[in-house]
């Protein structure tokens, strides 16, 4: 398995935000992580990007796990966050180059893999364009072929369409699922917006800091729409 | 130990990147110093008479007493903007991207202090330049001697402000620590008054400006633009910089969770 979660609990001070969350997804899944806003993702998400550390259960990704082998865990993941974490008065070519000498990659082989990273997401003739001077849609796909430099095996995107507009959203969600079937990457997408997932997605339902519901979407809606089935599980609507 | 040494420099780059895109900081920097030299030191001149003290030889004019304690000022200043600007890259969520890099947190942070303090010391050599056109000059080996005091003295105030900025949750909460940290802490210094001139109107005051450890990195300053090593102040200067340090890695511990509010 390429990210397992197992017995995972956190809690700011008495308040339990994550309750013994379980789960896997295996080497090239998309993996919808669903839940309504409250349901614990941000925090699932600073688990798996150390930004906190675990107070109960384990996080293993592409198989180190992440307190023993952190360095390697951490070398092995991708993230989009959900803020920008673009340096706005940098080139879209500076912010690539300043993550990938992050990961220890510079000169020819780091260009190389620049240049590659945004010809794949359709960025290229964009390379030398201020981050502030691009659009909402232009500045996740600077994010995501960033976050792809360093050739992931697991990557992680916190709710990457908040404050997109449908076409861009629809784009987005049809590249990482290409990207799945493509390059074997493994992709967790947390995401309150059912209109992303699709049938043959696994889908790790989050509600209140349980999980609810893991399995493939298709087998799990049965014969209801998405949104029937996450309303009737969470009581929330989307 | 190559990956380490790449990300050092590419996080030093986009420090000094970064102040090449902020003309008016570099502006402001420059001017607080050069007021305090040029306006306020010519007030006083007249109102403080100064005995020749160590590392001086002869009387000396006011304005040259205060040139170690505005460079301390430009060090001070610089590691608490560059601790503003890590709540700002904290809250921006650019903080966390530095942090998710497979290094260790320990080195991050310190490549991070190292760039600031690179800064800083350009700005101290600009100061120093424009109050030599003033006349307010210096023995020549001191423009060079100083260069070890002020990478010191800049690591010093930035692994403090590196430290603050681990502690504090929000941008807004900032305005205390100019009011808390930087005012009292330049002001309870030798940066304005020899410390012996302090000691005659408040023997308190006296012992809490020789315990501040902004005091003794102006001092490292003074005696090194003269050439000579205060040890007192160099033994005091690498302590704080090591305790300060040690708390900023602290602060920023995973296991502690300032980084995050709640999701």
Known sequence: MSLLVSDLSFSYGSKTALDGVSFSVGRGQFAALLGPNGAGKSTLFSLLTRLFVTQGGAISIARHDLAAAPLAAMADLGVVFQQTTLDLDLTVRQNLRYFAALHGMSGRDADQRIDAALHRLGMAERAGEKARGLNGGHRRRTEIARALLHKPKVLLLDEPTVGLDAPTRAGLTQHIHDLCAETGVTVLWATHLTDEVRDTDQVILLHRGRVLADGRCGDLRGDRPLPAYFAQMTGATV | ?263
């Open chain 2, 1 to 263: 130990m190559r990956h380490a040494l790449i990300a050092m420099r590419a996080i030093v780059l986009r420090e000094a990147l970064r102040f090449v895109h902020q003309r008016e900081r570099f502006i402001a920097a420059l001017v607080r110093p050069l007021v305090w030299l040029l306006v306020f030191a010519a007030g006083f001149r007249a109102a403080l008479g100064l005995s020749i003290s160590p590392p001086y030889q002869t009387y000396i004019t006011y304005e040259t007493y205060i040139v170690p304690g505005l460079c301390g000022m430009i060090l001070l200043f610089n590691g608490m903007q560059s601790s503003l600007s890590l709540v700002y890259d904290r809250e921006m969520g650019s903080m966390r991207l530095l942090l998710t890099a497979p290094l260790s947190r320990a080195w991050l942070l310190f490549s991070k202090l190292l760039g600031s303090t690179i800064i800083s010391i350009l700005q101290v050599y600009a100061f120093l330049f424009v109050a030599w056109l003033f006349d307010i000059t210096l023995p020549g080996w001191g423009y060079l001697a100083v260069l070890p005091a002020l990478v010191l003295g800049g690591l010093m105030l930035g692994a403090l402000g590196l430290a603050l900025s681990s502690f504090i949750k929000q941008l807004e909460n900032f305005a205390g620590v100019m009011n808390f940290v930087i005012f009292p802490m330049f002001f309870l210094s030798s940066a304005l008054y020899p410390l012996w001139k302090m000691a005659e109107s408040s023997e308190l005051l006296h012992d809490i400006c020789a315990s501040n450890p902004f005091t003794h990195a102006v001092e490292l300053i003074r005696f090194a633009l003269y050439v000579e090593v205060n040890g007192m102040a160099l033994v005091w200067t690498t302590l704080a910089t090591a305790v300060f340090m040690a708390l900023a890695v602290w602060g920023y511990d995973p296991a502690r969770g300032m980084m995050t509010r709640k999701g």
